[in-house]
């Protein structure tokens, strides 16, 4: 079985700033990780994905993510925030069937 | 990048009543549906996994027949609530994988659904 935890339930962070927002998984097999963004009202879009290969991966929005196996770790990064940023961010974690999703990180941006 | 669309995104419905809300794949063949309910400020809750042409396969917990799922296409699924209550109302999401991207393609989601029941 795949679990995900999101260590933080809100980040504030001033505009320009750099944020990081940290996911931890467990499985006892091989998973694909996946972190998803929520605008208010909205569905989920995908930010960016590792599927295999380079550890760091890079998605949209200047956003990327590096894929720490020995820590179980996929932290999301982005070096300068802006106020569009602000928004629910998920961790995902994909197995054989389905996909299990973590509690998410409300990113708060301060002008 | 594939598209999946979601109706009605508002619906409000009084107690007894059932509402189907529908989700389309709109360029892609979608094998396996996935339903999820979100409470305010909470994470996704997977509901249920629809396969097409099968049926559904119900999280735990999960009232198949009070949500029932059809998935009778490649590129329509639809969630029914029966006899809805005020404690139905919440935000229902439908995500679709890509059957030619098999198990590992990211899940692509629709607008969400949000049901207000009175």
């Known amino acids: 079985a795949q679990s995900v935890t999101q260590l933080d339930s809100q980040v504030p962070v001033f505009e320009e700033a750099p944020v990081e927002l940290r996911c931890n998984y467990s499985s006892s097999v091989s998973v694909y990780l996946f972190w998803y963004v929520q605008y208010p009202n909205q569905g989920l879009q995908l930010l960016l994905k590792y599927l295999s290969g380079s550890t760091l991966v890079k998605g949209i929005n200047g956003f990327e993510a590096e894929f720490n196996k020995s820590q179980t770790s996929f932290h999301l990064r982005k070096p300068s925030v802006h106020i569009s940023d602000t928004a629910e961010y998920f961790c995902a974690v994909s197995g054989a069937s389905k996909i299990i999703f973590g509690s998410g990180t409300r990113l708060s941006i301060r002008p | 990048g594939a598209v999946v669309s979601q109706h009605p995104s508002w619906v409000i419905c009084k107690s007894g009543t059932s509402v189907k809300i529908e989700c389309r794949s709109l360029?892609?063949?979608?094998?396996?549906m996935f339903w999820y309910r979100q409470f305010p400020k909470q994470s996704l809750m997977l509901m249920a996994t629809?396969?097409?042409?099968?049926?559904?396969?119900?999280e735990q917990g999960v009232e198949k027949d009070k949500f029932l799922i059809n998935h009778a296409s490649l590129t329509l699924s639809t969630l029914t609530v029966t006899s809805a209550h005020p404690e139905d109302s919440s935000f229902y999401i439908c995500?679709?994988?890509?059957?030619?991207?098999?198990?590992?393609?990211?899940?692509?989601f629709g607008e969400g659904s949000r049901l207000t029941v009175l």
């Open positions: 995500s679709a994988r890509d059957g030619n991207r098999g198990s590992t393609g990211e899940l692509f």
């Open positions: 629809s396969n097409e042409g099968s049926k559904a396969t119900y």
């Open positions: 360029d892609f063949q979608a094998t396996t």
